[in-house]
């Protein structure tokens, strides 16, 4: 990897902090956040440097490499799931610390150095479908709209567990059938989410829609709006935003401790932030409006609601 493939870089020589960030491919949505995140270790004096992994794992790899390389001690991000699994042996191999704001795959093997602070697929599962017993939904029965990746099979297979029969049709959102069920859930990466609401907006509002986390995104809420539809999305608790500056915080805390004498995973197994098992304390998912539904009918919103 070239020196292209950093967007920015710290003035000092051997930076000890990697930021690798969507800053293309399918979660470029992000992009501004790594950014920010790169703002606050300079202003907080950590040698750091953003690099691209395009959420492609063999991207993710080769910037990898290129941390090691550059001497890098301790990365965050790799919000692509894929991506982080693809470079969790090579970082562990090199003793490499990793900080995972935005990966939900259940199934990665954290501990070892590798820290998870968002949910995970799982109880996003559970929680919409706790939602929607709040709302006797399974008893109307759920309509699944799924994208093919990945990240959506994965969550397809936690909400079958979650549901059962409750999931009377599983399709995929490019299929143009009409949605048919009272309630429907979208499972998909957030380009796909969008096109879906686009191009269903008419069926969409004659029933309840929950979107997944992907969407949960301003270009979403915005197109949404613009639509005029009610819609609902699982975001996690805080926002990814605010789960990478609370890495960059810790990895600012930890330069501050005199790194020198410890790696990232010997000092942070001191502090509380984390399970024995690598995921975060305060991991939580909630079920936010996107447009509630009087601000879809052009009444004043009065606030968020939170499920």
Same mark, same amino acid.
Not at 62 to 68: G, K, Q, R, V, Y
Not at 183 to 197: E, G, I, N, P, R
Not at 279 to 287: G, I, M, P
């Given at each position: 990897?070239? @020196?292209?493939?950093? &967007?920015? @870089? *710290?003035?000092? %020589? ?20 790594? /950014? ?18 395009? %959420? ?5 790899? *080769? ?56 949910? /995970?697929?799982? $109880? ?25 990746? $990945? ?43 969008? $096109?879906?609401?686009?191009?269903? #907006? ?18 979403? #809420? ?7 539809? *009610? ?14 500056? &609370? ?18 995973? &010997?000092?942070?197994? *001191? ?5 024995? #098992? ?28 939170? /499920?």
């Amino acid at each position: 990897m070239t @020196m292209q493939h950093f &967007q920015r @870089m *710290a003035k000092a %020589s051997r930076p000890q902090v990697g930021i690798a960030g969507s800053l293309s491919g399918h979660r470029v949505a992000h992009a501004p956040f790594f /950014h920010a995140a790169l703002d606050f270790l300079e202003r907080r004096g950590v040698p750091a440097q953003l690099g691209d992994d395009a %959420s492609s794992p063999e991207q993710a790899l *080769a910037l990898a490499h290129a941390f090691e390389r550059n001497g890098v001690r301790l990365v965050i991000g790799h919000f692509n799931s894929a991506c982080a699994r693809a470079v969790m042996p090579f970082y562990r191999a090199h003793g490499m610390a990793l900080l995972l704001p935005a990966s939900t795959d259940v199934g990665l093997e954290l501990g070892a150095g590798a820290y998870r602070l968002c949910p /995970h697929d799982a $109880d996003q599962a559970r929680t919409i479908g706790d939602w929607l017993r709040s709302r006797a939904a399974p008893a109307l029965g759920v309509e699944v709209r799924v994208d093919g990746s $990945d990240y959506a099979d994965r969550l397809l297979q936690c909400l079958r567990s979650e549901l059962g029969q409750g999931i009377v049709r599983v399709l995929g959102t490019a299929d143009p059938a009409p949605v048919s069920a009272p309630l429907c859930v979208v499972l998909a990466v957030a380009h796909q989410a969008l $096109d879906f609401m686009q191009r269903s #907006s008419p069926g969409l509002a004659r029933c309840t829609t929950v979107f997944s986390d992907e969407a949960a995104v301003a270009e979403f #809420s915005g197109a949404a709006r613009g639509l005029g539809l *009610a819609c609902w999305v699982v975001t996690p608790e805080p926002s990814y935003e605010a789960l990478l500056m &609370q890495a960059c915080e810790l990895a600012a805390r930890w330069h501050q401790h005199k790194p020198a004498e410890s790696s990232f995973a &010997q000092w942070v197994g *001191a502090q509380t932030h984390f399970l024995p #098992s690598g995921e975060a304390r305060d991991a939580a998912w909630a079920v936010r409006a996107c447009v509630p539904p009087h601000a879809a009918h052009g009444l004043p919103e009065t606030a968020t609601q939170v /499920h």
